[in-house]
């Protein structure tokens, strides 16, 4: 009886191997069923904690209710005073930034704001002319997006 090969996102793999990464898949799942493994966190929660951190780590940098605008790059500051247990990675950083500085109430902060902060809270370079446009460009998206959704609700 000749052999019939899967194939898979990776490529062909033998029915013994197969199998054999089925049970793995099983026993993964069993695992995690029994709360013997913890499940993977999702990537929402992962920002979440990496958000709390850098609030409680840079209080005079990071506030959920009233952002200051960052220094350009600010990344590469925060990288310094990762822990060391590796809780926290550099890319779960990049995505808590993300997250943040695409916040309605940071783009009015750059908005409205002239200069940039660091970590500790200092200025360091004004806020330029084209950071200020693609604001005011964002803010004016999202709110034109709220207008028509409302108009969706009033017409049904």
């Given at each position: 009886m000749a052999t019939r090969e899967r194939l898979t996102l990776k490529g062909l793999v033998s029915p013994g191997k197969f199998k054999e990464l089925q049970g793995k898949i099983q026993f993964k799942t069993l695992l995690q069923d029994n709360n013997i493994v913890s499940s993977p966190i999702s990537s929402q929660q992962k920002i979440e904690e990496t958000l709390k951190w850098l609030t409680r780590t840079f209080?005079?940098?990071?506030?959920?209710?009233?952002?200051?605008?960052?220094?350009?790059?600010?990344?590469?500051?925060?990288?310094?005073?990762?822990?060391?247990?590796?809780?926290?990675?550099?890319?779960?950083?990049?995505?808590?930034?993300?997250?943040?500085?695409?916040?309605?109430?940071?783009?009015?902060?750059?908005?409205?704001?002239?200069?940039?902060?660091?970590?500790?809270?200092?200025?360091?370079?004004?806020?330029?002319?084209?950071?200020?446009?693609?604001?005011?460009?964002?803010?004016?998206?999202?709110?034109?997006?709220?207008?028509?959704a409302k108009l969706r609700i009033i017409s049904n």
């Open positions: 209080p005079q940098c990071f506030n959920l209710q009233n952002p200051k605008p960052l220094k350009r790059r600010i990344e590469r500051d925060i990288y310094f005073y990762l822990p060391k247990d590796n809780s926290l990675s550099k890319k779960s950083i990049r995505k808590a930034l993300a997250f943040y500085t695409y916040n309605e109430k940071y783009q009015i902060a750059v908005l409205k704001g002239i200069y940039r902060f660091d970590l500790e809270g200092k200025t360091v370079e004004r806020i330029s002319s084209r950071h200020k446009e693609f604001a005011r460009n964002k803010i004016s998206f999202w709110n034109s997006r709220k207008s028509r």
